[in-house]
């Protein structure tokens, strides 16, 4: 891997100027590896000027693009078909932006989450995306971050956290394991306590296995519904004695019977408000024309 010829600023990246293994030992500046094969590209708002460089395609592990706020121009190379690409950023490109047709994108058939607002994109959008319908796996993957948003409070992706935590998929699956951290990144909305956070515990590994990085290791939907049936069943706040004086109607959306439940109960209590999460993939937001160009959307 070397210097790519179609940025005109690589030096901004620092990188080796003749070249070698990007995994090292050492590993060269934004890029990260596993197992020695790179799997993720960061390299956010470094003011790196050029197109986009064609021959990426031939990192056959690469996962995670993230080349925002950046000044790249010129188009999403064909060289992305087919590829396992899962998680692109490109998003507010600086000075103009990024253009051409956006076709390659409906190829790409891992990819789960798509940032492209910012730039100048045209041409029709792939079905895929306008339907939000990518792949069932893809759906789960929306599930898994939902979840994580529920238990920490904070959206998919924000630009003004830390580094390490504004993709906050990645930053949850290094925590994850520690149960310290994870008790440390919950809301403290939720109020946990040791009797609450071992449920949180089954949820936040649901939620790393919805979003496992390979989607043939991700669970269905129903997979889903059987780890947390016994956990709705275990903390809904009343009795089933007590449905018909509360008169709860259970076709509501969650968050409307957990509301119903708060004020059949007259007290307050922690739930997860579901109106507050704000995923980012992969459905398409409301008023998303069929074209466009991407200064209107991602």
Not at 44 to 73: V, Y
Not at 88 to 105: A, K
Not at 215 to 223: A, C, F, V, Y
Request: proline share 6%.
């Amino acid at each position: 891997m070397r210097k790519k010829d179609e940025l005109d600023n690589p030096e901004l990246l620092k990188w080796p100027e003749n070249g070698g293994d990007p995994c090292g030992p050492p590993s060269w500046n934004h890029i990260y590896c596993e197992n020695s094969r790179v799997t993720q590209i960061q390299a956010q708002g470094m003011g790196l000027k050029g197109t986009l460089p064609k021959n990426l395609n031939k990192l056959s592990m690469l996962k995670n693009i993230g080349l925002q706020r950046n000044q790249l121009s010129g188009e999403i190379q064909g060289t992305f078909n087919g590829s396992a690409l899962q998680m692109l950023w490109l998003n507010n490109q600086l000075h103009g932006g990024m253009t051409g047709p956006i076709d390659v994108v409906a190829t790409m058939e891992s990819l789960t989450v798509l940032w492209l607002h910012g730039n100048h994109f045209t041409g029709t959008i792939p079905e895929s995306i306008v339907t939000g319908k990518i792949t069932t796996k893809a759906d789960v993957f929306s599930f898994g971050v939902v979840l994580m948003e529920l238990l920490t409070g904070l959206t998919a992706l924000d630009e003004d956290r830390p580094e390490e935590t504004q993709y906050l998929a990645a930053w949850f699956w290094h925590i994850k394991p520690d149960k310290e951290k994870l008790r440390a990144a919950i809301d403290p909305s939720l109020d946990v306590k040791d009797e609450t956070f071992e449920s949180i515990s089954i949820i936040a590994e649901l939620a790393g296995h919805c979003t496992a990085r390979e989607p043939s290791q991700r669970p269905d939907m129903g997979h889903a519904v059987n780890v947390l049936a016994p956990l709705v069943e275990k903390w809904k706040p009343l009795d089933d004695d007590n449905d018909d004086y509360c008169a709860i109607d259970y076709s509501l959306p969650l968050n409307q019977m957990v509301k119903d439940w708060q004020e059949a109960e007259g007290k307050d209590f922690s739930y997860l408000d579901l109106e507050d999460s704000k995923g980012s993939i992969p459905a398409r937001p409301t008023g998303f024309a069929e074209s466009f160009t991407s200064a209107d959307g991602r």
